[in-house]
Each structure stands twice: as structure tokens, then as C-alpha cells.
């Protein structure tokens, strides 16, 4: 006859009183801590569970495992004009930009496309003067740890740090939006391409028929879809192949046309593809 008085080894109280033993018995490493979180049968939400471990993660791991790379950053020119950084903003959707010296070698502060704002309030039909609207910049080492990075992010109010290599170079940066989606998971902003099917008619500006494409679009899907037969047996998804035929994770805006069909990159997210444009094309590569 089972004793009902006594607590279930599983759910909340088990949990409770596995932790109880392991800690009054030894130290818990954190390894075994975060596989305690992972399992504890149900006492935790499973959103709660990644959380939990999304937050040992990231004190073990390093801004070079997570950081945009320089090849997908993008970058306002100091001496760009003002409409060429319209274009940027509205293009890339972003808030914040790393403003570049001529040289592209270094990053001399940060433009927010709010305070942008004030140079229309402000306007006198003089060539906008970019360095009076930056804000200053923190320059991080690959090395850092996330927990770190997220407490200095804190403390001194930026968002944005760029990331150098050890010889001072920059290789990258990264987003305090970046350090929590590590913890939290993927975060929507109203940027973000929302409801997308996976594959959507819509026009040009000359009415030529355009699609948009998510890139974890199976590639037997796009064929399916397309009635064409793009090589799928190496990779899963249309973004996987785009990849592969630039040879390297291409930026936003750029084109490449291969197999009949005309491909834009229209959003990409650290070392993804998300989003891309596709025309039927009467060239082939």
C-alpha cells in the first residue's frame, strides 16, 4: 500500500528534493545543474527549462561564438550622404548603426536612427554634419564573456558593442538584443517579417512577378512550387543552396542568379539567411 503522505520522487517536490541532496551532499557542477533543469519531469515549463539553461550558457560562453561577423555588419560611412543613410535605415530596419572611418579600419561611435530625427527638426540646408550625432562606442574583445558583456551593457547604458580580433582589428559585432536571445530565444521587433508564408507572390514596381521566400524553405518545396529540379540531395532548405552557391553567408541586398532564377538576400540574422527575393530569370549559369 503506497503511502500517499509521502511526496512523488517526480515534479516539483522530487525536483526540490534531488537539488536538497546534491547540495547539502557536495558542490553541483554546472553541467550537471543545467541537465537537473532539463529534467526535471515536468516541474518546470519547458520555456522555462531553456531560459534556465540559456542563462548558465552564458556565462560560459564567449561574443566570438554569438557575434554578427564584419562581412554581415551593417555600417554607416562617415562621410556617406544623408540620403545614402535614409537608404540604410529604411533598408536594413535596424535602429542602431556603427559609423565607419574613411579608411573602413575603425568604428568612431554609434548612430541611432532616432537621433537622426533631431537633424529634420533642426535642418538648415547644410550638408548633414554625422559626428555631431554620434554616441560613444564600446569596443569588446572575442574573448568576453556574455554574463560580462551583459552587466557592462547595463551599467553604461549602450547596446552596441564592437567586437576586434587580437590584433585590434574589427571582426564583428554584438547587440545587447543579441546576449538575450541567447537566454530567451529568438526576439520579434516590429522590423521583423512577421506571417510570412513560406512562399508569396507579389510585384515589382513594373509588375514583374516577385516572390518572397523563407530561407527554411524545403528545396523540394521551392521545386514543387516553381516546377523546376534545383539539386536538393547536399541541402534541406533554398537558403542552405543560396549559401552554398555565393561560397560564403552572403549581406543584405546582394543578388545572384543561377538555375533560372534571379535570388536577393533581403534579410539575413548573425550566420542566417531569413528572407529572400526570388524572380524567374532567362539566364542560366
Known sequence: MNDKSQPNDNGLFGMLNRLKKVFLDQPLKRSELKNLLLNSNGAIDPDEEKML???????ETQVREVMVPRSQMVVIDNEDS???????IVTSGHSRFPVMSKDRESCIGVLLAKDLLRFFKEVTGDPIEIKRYLR???????SKR????LKEFRD???H????????????????????????????????DINNLEYIEKNHDKDGVEKYLVLALTKVEDFNK???CELEHSSYDTIGGLVVHEFG???RNGEKLIFSGFKFKVIRTHRRRIEVLEVKKSMTKE
Do not use: C, K
Not at 539553461?53 to 556565462?59: F, H, K, Q
Open 146 to 149: 556574455l554574463n560580462t558583456l
Open 248 to 250: 560564403r553567408l552572403p
Open 82 to 88: 544623408l540620403e545614402d543613410i535614409l537608404r540604410i
Open 156 to 158: 553604461s547604458h549602450n
Open 160 to 191: 552596441m558593442a564592437v567586437v576586434v580580433d587580437e590584433y585590434g582589428g574589427i571582426s564583428g559585432l554584438l547587440t545587447i538584443e543579441d546576449v538575450l536571445e541567447e537566454i530567451v530565444g529568438e526576439i520579434d521587433d516590429e522590423h
Open 53 to 59: 539553461a540559456g542563462v548558465l550558457d552564458v556565462a
Open 225 to 227: 512550387f516553381f516546377n
Open 136 to 142: 560613444p562606442l564600446s569596443v569588446i574583445p572575442e
